[in-house]
């Protein structure tokens, strides 16, 4: 089970940082994603991280605003979330997969997902 947490509203420019904490399981061996929902759109990526060897992903509107990171000895990752923009509110949710993503995360390829946390940016 993923829970996350840290979501709400802030005014452009803010800043917010998400969590994400495995219950029940270690997250060595997995990929975790963040992806997006806004109303009426697709589920879209933000970014990812590899756990054991904490490479990076990241989806081209949120590059040099948004970082992923993980901490070993809580068994969580963190989006921290930078510079927001109006664009950017949506439903967040971590995902996770075990072993490597190949290519440009998507959602069919994440089997666990957390309940979503609604982020909400106002100009």
């Known amino acids: 089970q993923l829970v996350e947490s840290g979501g709400g509203s802030v005014q452009a420019g803010g800043s917010l940082r998400l969590s994400c904490a495995a219950s029940?399981?270690?997250?060595?061996?997995?990929?975790i994603g963040w992806f997006r929902q806004a109303p009426g759109k697709e589920r879209e990526f933000v970014v990812s991280?590899?756990?054991?060897?904490?490479?990076?992903n990241a989806a081209d509107s949120v590059k040099g605003r948004f970082t992923i990171s993980r901490d070993n000895a809580k068994n969580t990752v963190y989006l921290q979330m930078n510079n927001l923009k109006s664009e950017d509110t949506a439903v967040y949710y971590c995902?996770?997969?075990?072993?490597?993503?190949?290519?440009?995360?998507?959602?069919?390829?994440?089997?666990?997902w957390g309940q979503g946390t609604q982020v909400t940016v106002s100009s």
């Open positions: 995902a996770a997969r075990y072993g490597y993503v190949l290519g440009r995360p998507n959602p069919r390829m994440y089997d666990y």
């Open positions: 029940g399981r270690t997250f060595s061996g997995y990929n």
């Open positions: 991280i590899t756990w054991n060897s904490g490479s990076t």
